[in-house]
């Protein structure tokens, strides 16, 4: 979560398993976040990402933090 670079290299638990993502840095310089989640068990992760408030435990939290406009479907 600490590059300055713009793309970092990512390990994804499921298929496909590498994968490029926009760095936590690249996305806090965007004018808005929209966070698109699917289904109860992501809401429930969002959620304890909340309760928790630790950004390392759960890097979600970092954007938790700012304005983040969430988009859910069940």
Same mark, same amino acid.
């Given at each position: 979560?600490?590059? %300055?670079?713009?793309? *970092? ?14 760095? $936590?840095? @690249? /996305?806090? %310089?965007?004018?808005? *976040? ?14 304890? $990402?909340? @309760? /928790? ?22």
């Amino acid at each position: 979560m600490s590059t %300055q670079n713009l793309c *970092i290299a990512t390990q994804a638990p499921v298929d496909p398993t590498q994968r490029m993502s926009l760095s $936590a840095n @690249a /996305l806090m %310089q965007a004018q808005h *976040i929209h966070l698109h989640i699917e289904g109860a068990a992501k809401l429930q992760v969002l959620e304890q $990402a909340t @309760a /928790l408030q630790d950004r390392n435990q759960m890097p979600i939290y970092t954007f938790i933090q700012q304005t983040l406009n969430i988009h859910w479907c069940p």
